[in-house]
């Protein structure tokens, strides 16, 4: 048995709470934190535009100016006219809903507006044999029909954590999608035969892009696009530049913001800035010859989640900067980007546990809101400048 492989019940528990359960440690830290830092929100408008969601997962704009959002149990809801609709949407299929699996992403095709598809992420299968999949749908407003998956990952697990889930289009159309390592299976990340700890790229309809960088190498998955990842939580693409973020979920501490490109090594686990839950060592090395840096990392962790990048002009200054939702050390990040260099970093919306975070077509911001513990009071808020 690898040093890698299974782990204690008790060591996944610690796990979760890192990545927001109810953890003593992260309640503690945030309440230092919250002291440090206490004109944030002031920057805010906060409406409340959905509540009494179980961990709302994500959003996606429609152009008649709905919004969809997910709910981790398998729903998929509508926000139009400024209210929650009381009905899911019909026809979702049922994700494998347990700890962090259930449903995930919702993105719009970039045709939406001719051809009414959508995206959606979830976890898929059985406790013995689950995987991140993603369908393609078309949605007439009330129900999706004509559901076709075009991306599962390649290998199987029986852990209910640890999938990525995060989508995201890439401007030649192509389609990005976060794996995560399945928790007991992180030395996988490493290898090109297996599909945990991935991001793998598809084209819309499924096939696999050609040009992608292990696309006809012997023994590599060519749906690979990058590797050496443990649980990518935030996925964005800067559409003025193409260039590609993500942030990750490091063990205990070593969370990551990587730019991430076709073909590299992010590293895990031969090289983490983080810790086992027991303290004890993954490896030695913070660097790796062959892996690449992350841009940026914490330590300790915060749990980070739903990335955007703002393009808006509405709060100003910030074009170009990242948006960061954090789970454990409950906050909403802004990372200020100069000249492709990250800055400085600011914490709003101090005790929120953020899930996603994005810039509708307003400028204005958007976040999801949850509990811990699965419990119904999930949000969706809408953030504009105070003034
Ligand atoms: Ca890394």
């Given amino acids: 048995m690898s040093p890698f492989s299974r782990v204690s019940l008790a060591a996944l528990a610690a796990a979760l709470a890192a990545c927001g359960g109810p953890a003593g440690e992260a309640r503690k830290t945030q309440t230092t934190l919250a002291a440090a830092a206490p004109e944030g929100d002031a920057a805010f408008k906060v409406e409340t535009l959905a509540e009494g969601l179980v961990n709302p997962w994500s959003l996606a704009f429609l152009p008649d100016g709905s919004i969809l959002v997910t709910e981790r149990d398998g729903k998929l809801r509508v926000i139009r006219d400024g209210a929650l609709v009381e009905t899911p949407v019909a026809g979702v299929p049922a994700p494998y809903v347990k700890s962090q699996g259930g449903l995930f992403d919702v993105m719009l095709h970039p045709d939406f507006a001719t ?31 004509d559901i076709k998956t075009i991306f599962e990952t390649a290998t199987k697990k029986d852990t209910p954590v640890h999938y990525g889930g995060r989508l995201a289009l890439l401007p030649d159309r192509t389609l990005l999608i976060t794996v995560g390592d399945g928790f007991n299976y992180r030395e996988k990340a490493q290898d090109l035969s297996n599909g945990l700890g991935k991001i793998a790229r598809v084209n819309l309809d499924g096939s696999i892009p050609a040009d992608n960088p292990f696309a006809g190498r ?33 063990p205990m501490g070593g969370d990551e913001l990587n730019i991430i490109e076709a073909g590299a090594n992010y590293g895990w ?37 739903g990335l955007a990048i703002y393009q808006g002009d509405l709060f100003a200054g910030w074009k170009g900067d990242l948006l960061v939702g954090a789970l454990a050390k409950t906050a909403l990040h802004r990372l200020d980007v100069e000249n492709g260099k990250i800055v400085g970093e600011e914490r709003y919306l101090e005790g929120e546990r953020i899930r996603d975070v994005r810039e ?22 809408r953030l504009t400048p105070a003034q």
């Fill in 115 to 145: 051809n009414r598809t959508i995206f959606l992420s979830y976890a898929a299968g059985a406790p013995d044999a689950n995987a991140t999949r993603v369908i393609s749908a078309t949605f007439d407003g009330a129900a999706l029909t």
């Fill in 218 to 250: 012997e023994g590599a998955l060519p749906e690979i696009f990058s590797y050496g990842h443990r649980n990518q939580q935030g996925l964005a693409v800067d559409p003025a530049t193409g260039t590609i973020f993500a942030t990750e979920h490091g």
């Fill in 269 to 305: 686990p031969i090289a983490t800035y983080g810790l086992d839950y027991s303290g004890a060592q993954i490896s030695p090395f913070t660097e790796y010859e062959g892996t690449k840096q992350p841009e940026k990392y914490w330590v300790p962790s915060i749990g980070p989640s």
């Fill in 360 to 381: 509708g077509p307003d400028g204005a911001i958007y976040v999801t809101t949850e509990d811990h513990d699965g419990a119904p009071i999930g949000r969706v808020l």
